[in-house]
């Protein structure tokens, strides 16, 4: 069956260094990928998307890869900030229906 | 400003007594969903719809019902709540176009005593 797994449930890193969150999946061949991030209380808020053909894709401090051999992707918060606290989604396209699959979150603790 | 409203934000009610959320959207979007958000278990779609009057079922569509008699309006009935219903709701919109991203309000907490 189709599943994905985001590395660890919780993450705490020093303010300064750079995040890397993970998300790996199994039983799919998604045509993109969407992260998102949650804060308490509100819904999730899209960051970026990679699309198949794509290895990697960039806005501001965030960066995606997606390598669809390993079947993995990983997002990264450089020069992180207790501002980029929160609990960080992955989102694969299921292929039909604009349907999304989504991944249960990590959440990030950026400390001062 | 583009946003997705839903309400109510907070609901506690009672086993069996019929309920309705109602989700409103201002971007003209085609597509909505309705996800449960629980935890360890991520989002989970209930129904989604395409357009007006074209509704499916997402992965755990049990229990709930849609309608689409509005491009704009997406509400969610439980016509007979049940205490594994408690969780905590998002609807959500998009273009129906290629890849776009969507567009989340920011949740009911439903609790079902």
């Known amino acids: 069956s189709q599943k994905i797994e985001q590395n660890s449930e919780a993450l705490n890193i020093q303010e300064g260094k750079t995040a890397t969150l993970t998300c790996n999946y199994t039983?799919?061949?998604?045509?993109?990928l969407q992260w998102y991030r949650q804060d308490p209380g509100r819904g999730p808020v899209f960051l970026l998307l990679i699309r198949e053909n794509e290895k990697e894709k960039r806005k501001e401090r965030l960066k995606v890869t997606f390598d669809t051999t390993l079947k993995q992707s990983l997002f990264h918060i450089t020069a992180s900030q207790p501002a980029d606290s929160a609990t960080y989604l992955c989102a694969l396209d299921r292929g039909s229906a604009r349907q999304l699959t989504f991944g249960s979150g990590t959440q990030l603790t950026v400390l001062p | 400003e583009a946003q997705v409203t839903q309400n109510p934000r907070y609901l506690i009610t009672v086993t069996g007594k019929k309920l309705t959320v109602t989700c409103s959207q201002n971007m003209n979007h085609e597509y909505m969903s309705w996800y449960r958000q629980d935890p360890g278990l991520g989002l989970r779609q209930i129904y989604y719809?395409?357009?007006?009057?074209?509704?499916d079922k997402g992965d755990v569509p049990e229990g709930y019902k849609v309608s689409r008699k509005e491009k704009r309006n997406f509400p969610l009935i439980l016509e007979s709540p049940s205490p594994n219903q408690t969780s905590l709701y998002f609807c959500?919109?998009?273009?129906?176009?290629?890849?776009?991203?969507?567009?989340f309000g920011d949740g009911t907490r439903l609790s079902i005593l």
């Open positions: 959500a919109s998009s273009p129906m176009q290629g890849d776009q991203p969507q567009h």
């Open positions: 039983n799919y061949s998604p045509a993109y």
């Open positions: 719809s395409m357009n007006v009057e074209v509704t």
